[in-house]
T-cell receptor, first 111, second 114 residues
């Protein structure tokens, strides 16, 4: 069965710390990969996406993610987080016209 | 402004009382879908539609119905709501289907079934 695993449920960081959120998926075919962000009280927004080509993709607000096919992973990174990055982050995999979302990681950045 | 509009934002109802959550997009998107978001479970797809009059079950379709009579509208129908359908629901759309396209999300509908 298709699944998406996010290893960190809650992450608390100080401003300027580096961030890495793990995402692993299981899917038998070709996939497209996404990270979405949900700021408090808002709907989900796309951070970045990978369809093909360079496995290191850059998104908005300084976020990037690396697709490692051999590890079925698509980890999200940011070198220096800000208080405004406090949000919930969802990894998603698209395959066969369906999206599969991870359970989300709640990030709190302390000023 | 391009957007996905859901109504209502908040809804409290009782078990068994039929309800409809509306979803409308003004971007002429072909693909629309419904998700529910639950703590610890993330987002799970309920139903999706590739185009008018074409709907398919997602991962958790039990207890829900949808229709796609017009391109812009994709209502979610709960014929006989139960407390386990208390959740935060999101509608989403994309131009031609999820492949190679990002999803545009509505603001969500918080449903409580008593």
């Amino acid at each position: 069965a298709q699944s998406v695993s996010q290893h960190n449920h809650h992450v608390i960081l100080s401003e300027a710390a580096s961030l890495e959120l793990g995402c692993n998926y299981s899917y038998g075919g070709t996939v497209n990969l996404f990270w979405y962000v949900q700021y408090p009280g808002q709907h989900l927004q796309l951070l970045l996406k990978y369809f093909s080509g360079d496995p290191l993709v850059k998104g908005i607000k300084g976020f990037e993610a690396e697709f490692i096919k051999s590890k079925f992973s698509f980890n999200l990174r940011k070198p220096s987080v800000q208080w405004s990055d406090t949000a919930e982050y969802f990894c998603a995999v698209e395959g066969g016209n369906q999206f599969y979302f991870g359970t989300g990681t709640s990030l709190t950045v302390i000023p | 402004e391009a957007q996905v509009t859901q109504n209502p934002r908040y809804l409290i109802t009782v078990t068994g009382k039929k309800l409809t959550v509306t979803c409308s997009q003004n971007m002429n998107h072909e693909y629309m879908s419904w998700y529910r978001q639950d703590p610890g479970l993330g987002l799970r797809q309920i139903y999706y539609s590739m185009n008018v009059e074409v709907t398919d079950k997602g991962d958790v379709p039990e207890g829900y119905k949808v229709s796609r009579k017009e391109k812009r509208n994709f209502p979610l129908i709960l014929e006989s709501p139960s407390p386990n359908q208390t959740s935060l629901y999101f509608c989403a759309s994309s131009p031609r289907g999820p492949t190679n396209e990002k999803l545009f999300f509505g603001s969500g509908t918080q449903l409580s079934v008593l």
